[in-house]
């Protein structure tokens, strides 16, 4: 007999856990986190992580779906070593167990009818109690079953629950503790000889020998009868932990309501995903500290079952935001730089190959510590590639006043273009001599540059910007500047 469960347990590899997706919809977030204690879970101790679609619900199922998973998860860094398996493809299988389980007397052919049922249901609700089946009906005896069965009468296969507690110790909340006069025997098979869930995933999850089932919270209540079916069928039970609910800023469950929800999503808007699985990670899991930026292999080296937090945990956007900024300014340029193609594209600097390359990499280096997002990022790199820069009248309200400005900014421009070396000392030289020579802080030059150059009032150091932009356009944009100003200001 193994001793009574406790509390929670140390653990030890290798494993052999399970990520379970029913593919009907996209990598929602919750799912993706509990991916990724599963990852951590194999990468830490050692072992295998198998990946299984839940595509039993044809209806709801399809082959796109699937992909979209598969690419949510390579995309947020989740690696599995088995799969993806089909749960489908495994029919057979759980109805032969199905069969085994009538067999042995631990599962009966139930000819219940659904109006039986709802009228069975109803009277318990009149009486205000929980309506339970096996406290209502007799299952029929082995003879009766077979006679009607042999008649052609419909039925379903109901698993027997054993009348005893169900305990487990749960790798989240330790001990649980399932009361016998809470549980009932449920459907395993139904008349139209599909399996169930709760048969679907325990037969599974017993072919793949699962030492852990690690997923949400919401199948908790799933847990007894998952456990009475391994016991049932001979297998160990594996050890369980149930992951809380992830909330949104208004505390409920996280939905649309606050914002994006699936990996795509945030993938879209420009998220790294080092940052995202960064996050999800520390949602309801810390090593002990308040580092809030850990990058995978360092979660891996510290992770332990024992800091997975019970309680629901809110998914701060505002937070993702900062962890992403982290990112994107500490990444090695060349890993960032890829994640950055698609929103390049977008913005019309896709495909730049040899010295465009180049100085698009210098460009995002310039720019990333100010960006919160890959797709901002990109926006603010456009500025570097234009023939012309567009000015905003109103923005620039304040330089138009100034009549000498154009003529200084002519001046700059003559006296950026005589540099022999185009870098950022010389730059900032020339700009403070003419400040001086002609009579202005420095400052009265440096807004209406920073402008002239990229249309805009905030960014780097301009003299970075300067630097970064390249004599030829630079003096190109200080001389349109000029002219704009003249033209605007008459
Ligand atoms: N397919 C289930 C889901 O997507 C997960 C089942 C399990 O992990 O046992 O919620």
């Known amino acids: 007999m193994s001793p009574e469960p406790t509390g929670k347990t140390a653990l030890e590899g290798p494993v052999r856990v399970r990520f379970a997706p029913s593919p009907t919809g996209f990598l929602h977030v919750g799912g993706a986190r509990t991916a990724i204690y599963n990852d951590l879970l194999r990468q830490s101790l050692g072992g295998t992580f198998v990946l299984r679609i839940e595509d039993t619900d044809r209806e709801r199922s399809n ?3 699937i992909e979209q998973i598969c690419q949510g998860l390579e995309w947020i860094g989740v690696e599995w070593d088995e799969g993806p398996l089909l749960q489908s493809d495994g029919v057979e299988r759980h109805r032969e167990a199905a069969r085994r389980l009538v067999e042995a007397g631990q599962a009966y052919y139930c000819f219940r009818t659904p109006e039986e049922l709802d009228e069975a249901r109803q009277a318990a609700e009149k009486r205000g109690v929980i309506f339970r089946y096996r406290e209502v009906f007799e299952p029929p005896s082995p003879a009766e079953a077979e006679r009607r069965r042999a008649a052609g009468e419909p039925c379903a296969v109901r698993f027997r629950m054993p009348e005893e507690d169900i305990r487990i110790v749960d790798l989240v909340r330790g001990e649980v503790a399932f009361p016998a006069e809470s549980l009932d025997d449920f459907i395993i098979l139904r008349s139209d000889g599909s399996p169930t869930y709760h048969l679907s995933v325990v037969c599974d999850d017993i072919e793949m020998a699962a030492t ?17 079916l391994f016991r049932a069928l001979g297998a160990p039970v594996p050890t369980f932990g149930h992951l809380p609910l992830i909330l949104g800023s208004d505390r409920k469950r996280l ?7 699936s990996v795509e999503e945030f993938r879209d808007q420009g998220l790294l995903p080092q940052a995202l699985y960064n996050a999800l990670a520390l949602l309801g899991w810390s090593p002990g500290d308040d580092l809030e930026v850990m990058p995978r292999e360092e979660m891996i080296a510290r992770f332990t079952v024992e800091r ?22 500490g990444l090695p340029l060349e890993e960032l730089l890829p994640h950055l193609e698609p929103f390049l594209e977008e913005v019309g600097l896709g495909g730049l190959e040899g010295a465009s390359r180049e100085r698009l990499a210098v460009v995002a280096d310039l ?54 070396a185009f870098e950022v000392e010389g730059l ?3 700009l403070r001599a003419l400040a001086e020579e002609v009579g202005v802080k420095a400052g009265v030059l440096i807004h209406p540059t920073r402008m002239a150059l990229t249309g805009s009032k905030a960014g780097p150091s301009l003299f970075d910007v300067v630097a970064v932009m390249g004599r030829e356009a630079t003096l190109r944009h200080l001389t349109n500047f000029a002219a704009f100003l003249r033209s605007a200001g008459t």
Request: hydrophobic share 40%.
């Open 367 to 420: 720019l990333r510590t100010r960006a919160h997002t890959l797709r901002e990022l990109a926006a603010f790199a456009v500025a570097y590639f234009k023939e012309r820069v567009a000015y905003d009248p109103e923005e620039c309200a304040k330089f138009l006043g100034q009549d000498d400005l154009p003529a200084q900014l002519e001046r700059l421009a003559a006296r950026f273009g005589a540099l022999e």
């Open 63 to 65: 082959q796109a779906m």
């Open 428 to 430: 900032e030289r020339e």
């Open 212 to 228: 852990h089932v690690v997923r949400g919270e919401d199948h908790l209540s799933n847990t007894p009868k998952h456990v009475g």
């Open 308 to 329: 997975l937090n019970a309680a629901a945990a809110v998914f701060d956007r505002d937070k993702l935001a900062w962890i992403n900024g982290q990112y994107m300014s």
């Open 255 to 261: 939905s649309k309501r606050t914002g994006a929800t």
